[in-house]
């Protein structure tokens, strides 16, 4: 077991925020010529390879049959649940820019804070209500100039919005099933079963042959989408390990801000394949004011008790 290395735990998790906000971007370059069920299936075999590799070195394989039935009708849904996040993550950005599916997908652990209130029986502090009602704003300041657009026509935009909504509902049921399943396996060992059901239940709908459509730009998003899945996974689970789970949450919620960065710099130096964030003044002060929300959700206790 990992000891508390706050200042390891620290840049874990900045990486783990790194490769989160850069991945949007990627896989929007990927998704030119690759149907999206291909490139998620794509990830999730190079991820199964690595992380399995890695356990076996270390001898610690997960035994599958000391889960019992209701431990692989979990391991069941969560993979559903990660494989249908991984797949409508990609088709949103079919018809939205990066940064708007990244600030999307942070209703994700805000959702998934209000589900294990009302499944697990944990209490909402002042701090995470606080924290909801904000993000919910900022939502609404970043959507600012389409705001008209989502809810009185049914155009492209809308439709992605729609995915990423979804996408982050489903991300809930994985990261519920996996609560569960921390009682009888480490993450990493759930991950790595995850990912081979994954694997195994897009394979019918893949079409790997594809990868002979890509260029070498996009051929080169690919394989950074699929170590992505790897690194920023992995350093989740170690930051993890080494810090607190409100402090790494904190950090991870920066991800979004990455992807705009990230965005505007590609554009700059790629400008005939990367567009810039087409925000205005109140659609940045929205991403900022979801991101501190979202952070505020995960350490505002501190706060509200150092105040006090």
Known sequence: MSTQNPAAGMVLALITALFWGALPIAMKQAVEVMEPFTIVWYRFV????GLGGWLYWRRKLPQVSSAGAAGIGLLVLASMGLAGNFV?????????????VQVIIQLAPVILLLMSVWLFKE???????????????????????????LFTSFTGYTLGVLLAVVAALVWVVYGLAQKRLLRQFSSAQILLMIYVI???MLTPLAQPEQIFLMDSRQLGMLMFCCINTLVGYGAFAEAMARWQASQVSAVITLAPLFTIIFVDLASLIWPQFFAAAALNLLGYIGAMVVVSSAMFCAIGHKIIRQHK
């Open 88 to 100: 409508l993550f990609n088709s949103a950005l079919q018809y939205l820019n990066p940064p708007v």
């Open 198 to 200: 994954c694997a195994l």
């Open 123 to 149: 209490r909402l502090g002042v701090h995470q209500m606080i924290g909801v009602a904000s993000l919910i704003f900022g939502l609404l300041l970043f959507f600012n100039e389409r705001l008209v657009e």
């Open 46 to 49: 190079t991820a199964s390879i």
